[in-house]
């Protein structure tokens, strides 16, 4: 058993990180790039599982498979971290509850990757998809800690059909994210919830709600240089 598996296998034995992974995922593929290891986390129902390989979901396709974002999210979002990043994701859940500072630190560790992830996906490539949903295509974006200074200050857009990060503010956005880790935490949970009921209906709904916090978060963006 490899050292990733084996810290990975650990934390579901954790009650405090079993918690968390209920609160918001039933399903994640997890790529090790140092050591090209992958693996498939997903919760039973009686529990916490992490497999060595990829094992696509059972689940029925929606529209034929024509839109169907179970089907993309499981197969296309693949979260990727090098062995390092396992190591200091365990030792957060090392002691026995998370505040306000532990919540702060988990959400910064996990903000940029699972933003990563979530652009890597084809679907999230589609300019026509992406415009029927409405989605945008140029934000800044920011995390705030516990004292409400901004962190992790970026630039995401699209460009050509690849996605850009940006360290810093730049050109002019279509709205500026301000997040903080209560927020990005509520979003989780509501994607785990769209994906644990996996109906054309709740990603729909999803996707009402998601406009919502959208525009919880958004704040007026000045132009960058």
């Not at 039933?26 to 790529?31: A, D, N």
């Amino acid at each position: 058993m490899s050292e990733n598996l084996a810290i990975l296998q650990g934390l579901t034995h954790n009650p405090l990180a079993r918690s968390w992974f209920e609160q918001v995922l039933s399903y994640l593929r997890v790529h090790v790039s140092d050591t090209d290891e992958e693996f498939t986390v997903v919760d039973t129902g009686n529990g916490i599982e992490v497999m060595p390989g990829f094992f696509p979901p059972q689940r029925r396709k929606l529209l034929y498979g024509l839109f169907d974002p179970g089907d993309w999210y499981a197969k296309q979002f693949v979260v990727t971290v090098n062995s390092q990043n396992v190591r200091n994701y365990a030792s957060f859940f090392e002691d026995e509850e998370v505040g306000a500072e532990e919540l702060f630190r988990i959400m910064s560790f996990l903000a940029p990757i699972l933003l990563k992830a979530t652009l890597e996906m084809p679907a999230m490539r589609n300019r026509a998809l992406i415009a029927m949903l409405g989605l945008d295509t140029m934000w800044h974006q920011c995390l705030l800690d516990p004292q409400g200074n901004e962190t992790q200050p970026c630039t995401v857009q699209l460009v050509g059909s690849s996605w850009e990060i940006l360290p810093g503010y730049h050109g002019t956005p279509q709205r500026k994210k301000v997040l903080t880790a209560e927020k990005l935490l509520e979003f989780q949970r509501r994607v785990h919830k769209a994906e644990d009921e996996d109906t054309l209906s709740g990603w729909f709904a999803l996707l009402d709600w998601y406009r919502k916090w959208l525009a919880s978060v958004s704040a007026p963006a000045a132009v960058a240089v």
